[in-house]
C-alpha cells in the first residue's frame, strides 16, 4: 500500500507565500515523476508543476516565476513554494507520483488527499 500526505496549506493574503509538502510512504521501490495539480470551484484539474527523479521540471505558465517545484528523494517528499500568491491560485491542491512497487517498468499513478490553498484579496 503507498499513501501521499499533503501538508501545508492554509489562508493566506495576497502577495503572500506557502509550502505545500507531500510525502510519500508505504511499499516503495522507485518514485518516477512527481507533481502538483490543482482544482477550483466549477473547474478541471489543472497540471501545477512536475518534476522528475532527475530533477527535471516544468510548471504552468500561469504559475511561471511565482511557484517552485522541488523534491527530496531520500525523503520520497515533494514540495511546492508559492509565492506572490493571487486570489486566481485558490483551488484545493492535490500531490501525485508515479510510483513502482517492485523490480522492473510497470508504475502505477498515485494521489494525495488534497489541501486546500485560499488567497484572499
Known amino acids: 500500500q503507498v499513501q501521499l500526505v499533503e501538508s501545508g496549506g492554509g489562508l493566506v493574503q495576497a502577495g503572500g507565500s506557502l509550502r505545500l509538502s507531500c510525502a510519500a510512504s508505504g511499499n516503495i521501490y522507485r518514485i518516477n515523476a512527481m507533481g502538483w495539480y490543482r482544482q477550483a470551484p466549477g473547474k478541471q484539474r489543472e497540471l501545477v508543476a512536475s518534476?522528475?527523479?532527475?530533477?527535471?521540471?516544468n510548471c504552468a505558465d500561469s504559475v511561471k516565476g511565482r511557484f517552485t517545484i522541488s523534491r527530496d528523494n531520500a525523503k520520497n517528499t515533494v514540495y511546492l513554494q508559492m509565492n506572490s500568491l493571487k486570489p486566481e491560485d485558490t483551488a484545493v491542491y492535490y500531490c501525485?507520483?508515479?510510483?513502482?512497487?517492485?523490480?522492473?517498468?510497470?508504475?502505477?499513478?498515485?494521489w494525495g488527499q488534497g489541501t486546500q490553498v485560499t488567497v484572499s484579496s
Open positions: 501525485n507520483a508515479d510510483i513502482a512497487r517492485g523490480f522492473g517498468p510497470n508504475e502505477s499513478h498515485y
Open positions: 518534476i522528475t527523479n532527475g530533477g527535471t521540471t
